[in-house]
């Protein structure tokens, strides 16, 4: 799994200091990606995520109720912003694609050079 990640500041000075047709670009650039690792079998799944003023936290009470909270969370300091799930032969070519991934365009085209954690999907043990 690909995870891009970042703070909400550098997202939101990065994606609110690009024109219409830079973000456009940045948005092209993640659609053709993601048309080239499905024609090749390697694309699994792959989402945008919206922000974390959109995001709640759920979680269960000792009695029984369920706590909703909403963000933005000021304590956190990177979000989730997207993800890609592959399945690919080797690490090296994970390692090949999360490199492109990094390279999105950003203002006047030039590369974002963001980081992109490459984190394994576990297999959970069978329940005895």
């Known amino acids: ?4 990640t ?3 500041a550098d997202m939101a000075e990065t994606m609110s200091s690009l024109t219409p047709d830079e973000l456009m670009d940045h948005v092209r650039f993640m659609h053709d990606l993601n048309e080239r690792l499905a ?3 390697e694309l699994v799944d792959a989402q945008g995520l919206t922000g974390p003023e959109d995001a709640r936290l759920v979680q269960a009470q000792p009695d029984g109720a369920v706590l909703v ?5 000021p304590e956190s300091k990177e979000f989730l912003a997207g993800y890609w799930v592959l399945d690919c032969e080797s690490p ?3 390692y090949e694609i999360a490199g492109y ?3 999105a365009p950003g203002k ?3 590369p974002l050079n963001f980081a992109v954690e490459v984190r394994p999907i576990g297999l959970a043990p069978e329940p005895q």
């Open 92 to 94: 090296e070519r994970v």
């Open 6 to 8: 970042g703070t909400a």
């Open 1 to 4: 799994m690909l995870l891009m």
């Open 69 to 73: 909270t909403d963000g933005p969370f």
């Open 101 to 103: 991934i990094s390279t």
């Open 39 to 41: 024609e090749s079998g």
């Open 108 to 110: 006047d085209s030039a």
